[in-house]
Every structure is written in C-alpha cells, then in structure tokens.
C-alpha cells in the first residue's frame, strides 16, 4: 500500500540569507516536506550551514562544488529546490534545475538586460511545454505571503474602484547591516535596489490584483557610500488600466535619519 512521504527539497546557498531567514521560516514548516541536501561553492560555505540545518532538520546532505550541483540536479528524489544565490548566478542554476524537471523558488531576479530576460522565459516556456506537468518557477515572491499585505489586499477591494497608486519605500543600508558588504550586490549595478525593490513590486501586484504592463523610470546616484544606482523614480501602467508612481530611495543613513 503506497504512502503518503513528504516531499524532499533541497538549498542552493549558504549565506547569511539561508541561514537567518531561511532555515528558521522551513523549520516552522518542517512537517511539510523533507530537506534533503544543501549546497554551496564550497565545502566550508556548506558545511557552516549545514551545522544549523542538522539542527532543525535532522540528517541534512552537504553538497559543494560542481559535482555536488550536479548530484541535486540529476537526484530524481528531489522535487523542488530553494535557489538563494548571488544575484547574477541564479538564472542559469534555475533553468538547469527547470530542465531536470524541478520546481523552483528564486529568491532574486537578476536579468542585466531585456534580452537575457525575454531569454529566460522564453526558455521557460519551451521547458513548461515539454513537460508532462506544470513546473512552477517562483522569482522573489515571498511578499505574497506577508499577513499585513494579505489583510491589505482584502481592505483595498472593498474600497471602490482603483484609480492611482503610489508607493514610496526608504531603505536603510549602512555598516550596521550584515548585507553592506555583500560582493554581488556591490559589483551587480543597481544591487541594493533590486534586492530590495523587488519584493516590494512583488507586495504591489499582490495588492493591487494584477500585473505592470508597462514601465518608465529614471535613476541617480546621490549617496557616495553606495554603489549606484541609490535613488529610482518610475511611472507604472496596470493591467486594470490604473497607473502609479513607485519611487524608493537606498541610504547609508539610519532608518530614523531616512525616516520622514
């Protein structure tokens, strides 16, 4: 008689990202599924984590290298995989994992260009064609799941028909914050603000129920302590034919300093 196993996952990155957020948020749902392995560059990157994975997990794989990328690539036991990568090596270890028929959640998008993006997906989609089931590739969406933003979306509805949107975010980015030093983010052009502007386009298309159709934005370079950009100023159209404006601002100043 067949039984119900849970599902086995597995993590690509061993940063402070897995370790902090990661591994804590996947323990409170352990019962869910089964981690089988995680996977860095290099033995001493996954062996850091996988000290504190065995903790929450229990008997935890340790993968490294490119032959330990390839183990959870070709592990058939292994249905969906966590990929929490520098920004610029995701794309490709996704598609890979895609094609060996694995669901995958990215924790950051990373096309450079529209080109490398209309690539991706058009590789997607080839790839969701030619499988016997729906692959799903989740790009920084962990927004959707945020309780205020989910209770938000509830009160919007009720208050009538959507006429324009606005949405103004001031970060924080100082010494202070473990993520100041972060190479990727540093050396990828505009890496502070896609780390975080993603995920508040992410809570804004889960708010407001549809898609961006269509995007202008500027950009300049105001904080010297910060690689540019640090400052972005768009204008958006939506699917519902509402547009909006989405302006955020990174500083090396405090919160309370950026605060208004």
């Not at 540093?186 to 898609?211: K, N, P, Q, Y």
Request: aromatic share 6%; glycine share 6%.
């Amino acid at each position: 008689m067949a039984t119900n196993q849970p599902i086995q996952i597995a993590i690509l990155g061993a940063g402070t990202f897995v370790k902090s957020q990661y591994l804590p948020r996947l323990s409170e749902i352990s019962n869910l599924f089964h981690l089988k392995a995680i996977w860095s560059r290099t033995e001493k990157s996954a062996t850091s984590a996988l000290e504190i994975a065995n903790k929450q997990f229990g008997q935890v794989e340790c993968k490294w290298g490119d032959n330990g990328l390839h183990d959870i690539i070709q592990d058939p036991s292994i249905i969906a995989v966590v990929v929490v990568l520098a920004a610029q090596n995701q794309v490709d270890i996704s598609l890979k994992l895609l094609k060996a028929g694995k669901h995958v959640l990215q924790e950051k998008p990373a096309a450079s260009c529209i080109n490398e993006l209309e690539t991706a997906l058009s590789t997607y989609k080839s790839i969701s064609a030619d499988a016997p089931g729906q692959i799903i590739w989740s790009v920084a969406e962990n927004y959707r799941f945020e309780p205020a933003l989910i209770e938000g979306k509830k009160l919007i509805a009720d208050i009538g028909k959507m006429m324009s949107v606005q949405v103004i975010v001031e970060g924080s980015m100082n010494s202070s914050n473990p993520y100041f030093s972060s190479s990727w983010r540093r050396s990828f052009t505009g890496g502070f603000i896609l780390d975080m502007g993603v995920h508040f386009i992410a809570g804004l298309r889960m708010l407001v129920g549809c898609e961006v159709v269509s995007v202008s934005a500027m950009t300049s370079h105001v904080d010297l302590i910060l690689p540019p950009p640090d400052n972005l100023s768009s204008v958006f159209h939506l699917e519902n034919g509402c547009s909006g404006v989405f302006v955020m601002v990174v500083s090396s100043r405090s919160p309370k300093a950026c605060g208004k």
